[in-house]
Structure formats: structure tokens, C-alpha cells
């Protein structure tokens, strides 16, 4: 739960600061990707908290589907990410004293936290689903 908590929590931050944002002057197109990005990611935490709430009920099917969203969330934020990492290795000249510059493995690094993230959640459900299959046999 405190993982699905946790990453809720970042993707809400990440949504609520972009929207944010999107009210500074800028042009208005920018405004409109800026809060739609915001949105998804909105989305996204949303998605986590939902999940949480699915794993913390008994029956079983609950539990899949919940798995199956925190997978299906994380691999989006993950795919963001290195996605990002990859835009700053081919497009972006990397200056290591410019202004903003960042080494692009820590968009790698940070979506294998976010999968890594994702393994308590995998090992209780299969855990649970070992569990399950034990009673059902007596």
C-alpha cells in the first residue's frame, strides 16, 4: 500500500505543479500541452490510488484487476520517462555546466525505481494467489 500511496502522491505533485504552470504567462498553446500533460498525470495518480484501494479488498478478482492497473500505470510513467531520456540523448546537446542540464541516465534510473517500486505489490499478489490455492486444496 505504501508504495501505491507514494507513487500516487509523486504523480499528483508532478500534475498539480504542471497545471500550475500552465497559469504563468506563456503562449497559449504551451498552456494547453501543460495542462494537458498535468491532466494525465492527474490521471495517473488517480490510477495508483485506485489501485491501492483494490488490493486492500479480499476477493480475489479485485485484487487482479488492481494488479493489472498499478502494471498498466507504471509502465506508462516508465515508458515516459525513458522516453524523455531518450529525447535528451538524441536532441538535446548535453552541456554538463549548462543551464538545466542533467545526465540523461537519471530518466533511466528513475523509471527503474518506478518499476522497482512496483515489485512489493508483485510478490504480495503472488504471495496472496499461493496462499489462495493452498486453502482451496484442503
Not at 42 to 57: D, I, K, P
Not at 80 to 88: C, L, M, P, R, T
Request: proline share 5%; net charge positive.
Amino acid at each position: 500500500m505504501i508504495a501505491a500511496l507514494t507513487k500516487a502522491l509523486a504523480c499528483g505533485a508532478v500534475g498539480g505543479w504542471l497545471i500550475w504552470q500552465s497559469t504563468l504567462p506563456m503562449d497559449g498553446l504551451a498552456a494547453l500541452m501543460l495542462t494537458y500533460v498535468g491532466a494525465l498525470w492527474l490521471l495517473g495518480a488517480f490510477a495508483y490510488l485506485f489501485r491501492a484501494f483494490l488490493l486492500a479488498r479480499r476477493w480475489f478478482p479485485w485484487r487482479i484487476i488492481g494488479g493489472l492497473l498499478d502494471a498498466t500505470a507504471t509502465s506508462i510513467v516508465a515508458w515516459v520517462a525513458i522516453s524523455f531520456g531518450e529525447y535528451q540523448v538524441h536532441y538535446v546537446t548535453y552541456a554538463p555546466n549548462g543551464p538545466g542540464a542533467w545526465p540523461p541516465a537519471i530518466a533511466f534510473l528513475l523509471a527503474a525505481a518506478w518499476i522497482a517500486a512496483s515489485l512489493p505489490m508483485l510478490s504480495e499478489f503472488l504471495l496472496a494467489a499461493v496462499m489462495r490455492a493452498r486453502r482451496d486444496r484442503f
